[in-house]
Nanobody, 125 residues
Framework: QVHLVESGGGSVEAGGSLRLSCTASGYLPEINWLAWFRQAPGKEREGVATIDTLGGSTYYADSVKGRFTISNNAKNTVFLQMNSLKPEDTAMYYC???????????????????WGQGTQVTVSS
């Protein structure tokens, strides 16, 4: 079983930057994909970015392209570098993992079987 722990959230002014980290432990062969999702109050959980830990392919939500960068350190750590943050980026950010993902670019939450507890990101205007 895989256990995911996020860190790095916090409060920042618009235009600022944050770097989120997610460390995986447990049965790491179960992980091929690592992703970041976010959920704001009253909204559905949405995919932000995902990375294939084997091949290195990455996918981003249109709303964060050019501002966020996902990267990984081997199979057990994934990062989300968030620059030029906007108030609409305010949300709880979750790390998730999957063995296989049918359509990676869709970043559908149901593809990911393991989830962290989340870390809060708040961007003030």
């Amino acid at each position: 079983q895989v256990h995911l722990v996020e860190s790095g959230g916090g409060s920042v002014e618009a235009g600022g930057s944050l770097r989120l980290s997610c460390t995986a432990s447990g049965y790491l062969p179960e992980i091929n994909w690592l992703a970041w999702f976010r959920q704001a109050p009253g909204k559905e959980r949405e995919g932000v970015a995902t990375i294939d830990t084997l091949g290195g392919s990455t996918y981003y939500a249109d709303s964060v392209k050019g501002r966020f960068t996902i990267s990984n350190n081997a199979k057990n750590t994934v990062f989300l570098q968030m620059n030029s943050l906007k108030p609409e980026d305010t949300a709880m950010y979750y790390c998730a993992s999957a063995l296989t993902v049918r359509v990676p670019s869709s970043m559908r939450p149901e593809y990911y079987g393991r989830w962290g507890q989340g870390t809060q990101v708040t961007v003030s205007s």
